[in-house]
């Protein structure tokens, strides 16, 4: 039995700690400002209500209080700083029509002393005037407040546009570093288009052009007539777009004419949310492996036909010449 009575007083008191703290949590967003305007409005009424109530019990009961307009005056101010200036001019409504009955006599409604009416009339002239003054510097102080988070959130998007433009900086640098090192591959990006938007130094070797000639331009005009009339340029970008990474071996076109043989990759460059950002052409010259494989072959030709001269003359070749 008395583990019950427990359980029930621990549910209880449970109960009770719930309530309160959903009552702080209201009384805290009214003050702050976060819950709806009908709530502050009805808070508004509430405190003109119970503020008018204990001016009647401090002052007309008990006699605590021997000036009840100073605590009604506040009253009205709480209420249009609260709610703003509409509430403040219900509270001040609220106000005047209590004080008619308040500042009476209590056995004769309505009849007033000297000292009641000077008060009430203080009241009937300073409750509204409190109330547009209170309920404008109330506007100005949430305009001025919804400005400033403005510009908190101005500020916030700027630094994160820094840090984006940092970043992007960052990356064109290791870019440019990375096509300077490489000598036999061209690197060029390109936007979603096909146009160039920068290269490194190797691709200006290898076709010829100034990063000012070339930037903006279709990456088309690498290919020969031929690869142009067949779409290989848009075939490329589209293999790249949907497999990440396309290549063709075959002759590309430099600037004035000329044609170099190489080895073409376009790989797909994505952003962080996936959507496609343009792509980066690798260009590798074959050339020079191809002059140096020809240089070898010749090489050896001359080797052989020594070898053969020297085996019909009778001699032995030249341990040298044969290693």
Request: proline letters at 2%.
């Amino acid at each position: 039995m008395s583990g019950f009575v427990r359980f029930l007083t621990k549910n209880r008191l449970l109960a009770g700690g719930q309530k309160t703290m959903a009552l702080h949590q209201w009384v805290t967003d009214t003050l702050t400002g976060r819950s709806s305007p009908w709530m502050r409005f009805m808070a508004s009424g509430l405190l003109t209500v119970l503020s008018v109530v204990i001016v009647a019990v401090l002052w007309r009961k008990l006699g605590a209080i021997t000036d009840p307009g100073i605590l009604l005056l506040f009253t009205v101010a709480a209420s249009a700083y609260l709610a703003g200036g509409m509430a403040g001019m219900m509270s001040a409504a609220i106000v005047l029509l209590c004080s008619f009955i308040l500042f009476s006599h209590p056995l004769y409604p309505f009849r007033y002393s000297e000292l009641d009416w000077r008060q009430m009339m203080a009241i009937v002239v300073a409750c509204p005037v409190i109330a547009l003054m209170v309920g404008s510097l109330k506007e100005q102080i949430d305009r001025l407040g919804l400005v400033s988070n403005e510009a908190q959130t101005l500020r916030e998007e700027i630094q994160r546009f820094e840090a984006v433009k940092e970043a992007q900086y960052l990356c064109e640098l290791r870019f440019r570093i990375l096509g300077d090192v490489i000598n036999d591959y061209a690197l060029c990006q390109l936007d979603e288009h096909g146009a160039v938007k920068n290269w490194n130094a190797a691709s200006e070797r290898v076709f010829g052009y100034t990063e000012a000639e070339i930037v903006g331009q279709s990456y088309s005009r690498f290919f020969t007539r031929e690869d142009i009339l067949a779409r290989h340029p848009d075939r490329l970008m589209d293999q790249a777009r949907f497999s990440g990474r396309s290549a063709q071996e075959g002759w590309r076109v430099r600037k004035g004419g000329g044609r170099v043989h190489s080895r073409s990759s376009v790989i797909t460059l994505r952003n962080a949310q996936g959507a496609l950002a343009g792509y980066l052409l690798i260009v590798h010259d074959l050339t020079r492996l191809e002059d140096a494989n020809l240089a070898a072959l010749r090489a050896q030709a001359e080797l052989e036909a020594l070898r053969n001269r020297l085996t019909r003359s009778g001699g032995s070749p030249d341990p040298g010449t044969s290693a």
